[in-house]
């Protein structure tokens, strides 16, 4: 909602000039037409729709577990949603919020007052990342239980499920390389999980000292799938006729392109520290904070 909106307000909004135009009695344009206001937008954007398409795909798991055409369907469904369920309740809940903070500052001074509806909308999303199990128990619970658990099955099969998008995105010359990318991304943290498997079993203090960052990690993984999803839906509606919703897919292949490109980059920072066994915040102790 904080979005929409910000891309309300930035449509309409008029301020500033283009950085090409040196005459001052030219017209001003809508906040909309510059490319930091379209960057916050694009954020936005990303998360949001990336967000709810995470929580739309574990509400199909949700359904397969009654309507799979097979019990082990029905065993595999099972066991990806109790995989997928700590990131959908928290990714979204951090990044939404984030999302939120983004619309307040589209709308600059006025986002802060309560004259628009935004600084309210981030007040109540507030809550989400702290109601129905913190962020930082959600994050205990996958890397400790789900994603360690049964010997690391469920990432294999999440990595599984991945598989045919990325395949199919390899004949399409402009997500080729995103469907690289995602492949890459999950290789490094099934490879990660096992490090930090093998450290808990040692110290499980250590080996889940950072479950956070593992959470984020593979919640930005996650949404990267889900926007590679999205845009072989979008360039399949594009390749017929170009019709009234053009705009539509294009906003989600751009919106896809800044997930990859500006997104999913920041797992590889989170992995090395995840790698190293990090124990500064283990080992920082109450008195010195």
């Known amino acids: 909602t904080s979005y929409l909106h910000a891309l ?9 000039r283009p950085l090409s135009a040196k005459d001052p009695r030219s ?12 960057r916050m937008l ?34 595999d469904a099972e066991l990806l949603l109790s995989l997928l369920t700590p990131v959908v309740k928290a990714w979204p809940s951090q990044y939404c919020l984030q999302a939120s903070d983004l619309a307040i500052q589209v709308y600059g001074g006025y986002g ?7 600084e309210q909308f981030y007040r109540d999303n507030r809550l989400n990342p702290i109601h129905e199990g913190t962020n930082g128990i959600q994050a205990l619970d996958l890397l400790g239980r789900k994603a360690l658990g049964g010997g690391g099955k469920a990432l294999e099969l999440l990595a599984r499920a991945m598989r045919p998008d990325v395949e199919a995105a ?18 490094r943290l099934i490879a990660t999980t096992r490090r930090l498997g093998e450290a808990a079993a040692r110290d499980v203090e250590r080996g889940l000292a950072n479950a956070s960052v593992y959470l984020e990690a593979l919640g930005h993984v996650l949404v990267a799938w889900m926007w590679l ?11 017929g006729p170009r019709g009234p919703d053009s705009d539509f897919y294009q906003g989600k292949l751009a919106a896809c392109r800044y997930f990859f490109r ?28």
Not at 229 to 239: D, E, F, G, H, S
């Open 8 to 16: 309300d307000y930035a449509r309409e909004r008029p301020q500033g």
């Open 229 to 239: 999803r999205q845009a072989l839906a979008a360039t399949r509606a594009l390749a």
């Open 262 to 289: 500006w997104e999913l980059p920041r797992i590889g920072p989170q992995i090395a520290l995840l790698d190293s066994l990090d124990s500064t915040c283990l080992e920082a102790q109450p008195a010195w904070l």
């Open 42 to 75: 694009l954020a936005a954007k990303s998360y949001v729709e990336g967000g709810l398409a995470l929580c739309l795909y574990a509400a199909r798991l949700d359904d397969e577990l009654d309507t799979a055409a097979s019990p082990d369907a029905r065993r």
């Open 112 to 118: 802060y007052t309560r004259e628009y509806p935004v």
């Open 170 to 187: 390899g004949p399409e010359e402009t997500l080729r390389g995103f469907g690289a990318e995602l492949a890459q991304a999950m290789e």
């Open 27 to 38: 017209p001003q344009v809508p906040i909309v037409q510059h490319a930091d206001v379209r």
